[in-house]
């Protein structure tokens, strides 16, 4: 069965301070691989995925993220943090796109930012 | 920008009612989907639905939940009698390839 795992539960960066949150999967085949983030009392926006083709993907407000099939790995960064991203991080995986498919999620990072 | 839309965003019940979350979905999406999260941990996969049926469901949705897709642009969860451990954050998705979803709504059981 697929899995994600989100080493570090909180992490605190500097505001202007480049960030990188990590993220593991364990699945047998390519995954499909997303980046969400939860803003307080907010839903789940898609940042970034990655279906196929280029191993680093550009999302949305300045992430990006690199899947590393030798890791089964796909860390998101950025290279300079805003208070604004002050938020909850979430990897997911899906195993295929056949038929009506389920997101594994990761146990999620927050992400503090000091100003 | 279609979005997933979730009403209402809090619910609070007494334990052993029966609660209805509802969602609207994007409009042409043909792939619905509902997950919880409880507070403090990892969001959960509870269901997916297609084609007016259900297509996978976790060990989590029982007996006690069903879902229904009750006109051309509702879709429901219905908990039929709560118990406190479904206190948690309910969001609906809709979507195939990317899944979008919705702000969701907080269930407090009580």
């Known amino acids: 069965a697929q899995s994600v795992t989100q080493p570090d539960i909180h992490i605190t960066v500097s505001e202007g301070a480049s960030l990188e949150l990590r993220c593991n999967y364990s699945y047998g085949a390519t995954p499909y691989l997303f980046w969400y983030v939860q803003s307080p009392g907010q839903g789940l926006q898609l940042l970034l995925k990655?279906?196929?083709?280029?191993?680093l993907v550009q999302g949305i407000k300045g992430f990006e993220a690199e899947f590393k099939r030798s890791q089964s790995s796909f860390n998101l960064r950025k290279p300079s943090v805003h208070w604004s991203d002050a938020a909850e991080y979430f990897c997911?995986?899906?195993?295929?796109?056949?038929?009506?498919?389920?997101?594994?999620f990761g146990q999620g990072t927050r992400l503090t930012i000091n100003p | 920008e279609p979005e997933v839309t979730q009403t209402p965003s809090h619910q609070v019940t007494q334990m052993g009612q029966e609660v209805i979350l509802r969602c609207v979905p994007i409009s042409n999406h043909l792939y619905f989907y509902w997950y919880r999260q409880i507070l403090g941990q990892k969001v959960e996969f509870l269901v997916s639905f297609y084609n007016n049926e259900i297509s996978e469901k976790s060990e989590i949705f029982d007996d006690q939940f069903s879902v229904e897709r009750p006109d051309g642009s509702n879709f429901t969860l219905k908990i039929r009698s709560t118990k406190l451990e479904d206190s948690a954050m309910y969001f609906c998705?809709?979507?195939?390839?990317?899944?979008?979803f919705g702000a969701g709504t907080r269930l407090s059981v009580l």
């Open positions: 990655y279906f196929s083709g280029d191993t």
């Open positions: 997911a995986v899906v195993g295929s796109f056949q038929g009506a498919q389920k997101l594994v």
């Open positions: 998705a809709s979507g195939k390839n990317i899944q979008y």
